[in-house]
């Protein structure tokens, strides 16, 4: 059994679509290890979980729609969960994102300028997993 950390971002809890993803979580077979309805986070916050992009030039808008407002945070475990979460999420684009996924069927194109809004995070390696359950469950 693996974990991995998920997070629906401001825009998936502002368009409602908690249930749907949870749902997908569900049916999947996945296990619902964690999971919490948290506040707007702390800048702080997502500059820890967003460690590696914070030099990128996109970064202010990024951090600006994370803390935008309240998101669920949970831990999924099971077999091979962090890719198995991964795909279905889609890809990071919701241009490049393929029909089927949470991305491709729900996440719109950014407007020029704004932030890549794409309803859902997953952990992308054991180590990120780890890193970012301790960071959001300590
Ligand atoms: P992912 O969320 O698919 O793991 P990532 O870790 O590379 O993607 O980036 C984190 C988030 O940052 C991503 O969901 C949306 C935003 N982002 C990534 N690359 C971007 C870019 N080139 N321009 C604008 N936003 C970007
Ligand atoms: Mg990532």
Redesign the pocket.
């Known amino acids: 059994m693996e974990k991995t950390f998920f997070i629906i971002k401001p825009d998936g809890v502002r368009r409602g679509l908690v249930g749907e993803v949870l749902k997908r979580i569900e049916q999947r077979g996945l296990q619902l290890d964690r999971l919490e309805l948290r506040t707007a986070p702390d800048e702080s916050l997502i500059d820890k979980h967003?460690e590696v992009?914070v030099d990128?030039d996109?970064y202010p808008?990024?951090r600006n729609y994370m803390t935008s407002g309240p998101l669920v945070v949970g831990v999924i475990s099971g077999s091979e969960a962090i890719s198995c979460w991964?795909t279905m999420?889609g890809?990071?684009?919701p241009a490049q994102a393929q029909p089927g996924t949470i991305r491709g069927d729900f996440a719109q194109s950014?407007e020029k300028g704004k932030?890549?809004e794409?309803i859902v995070?997953?952990s992308?390696s054991p180590e990120s997993a780890g890193r970012e359950i301790a960071l959001w469950f300590s």
Request: glycine share 6%; proline share 6%; net charge positive.
């Open positions: 967003y992009l990128k996109f808008n990024l991964r999420m890809a990071t684009n950014p932030a890549i794409n995070h997953g992308d």
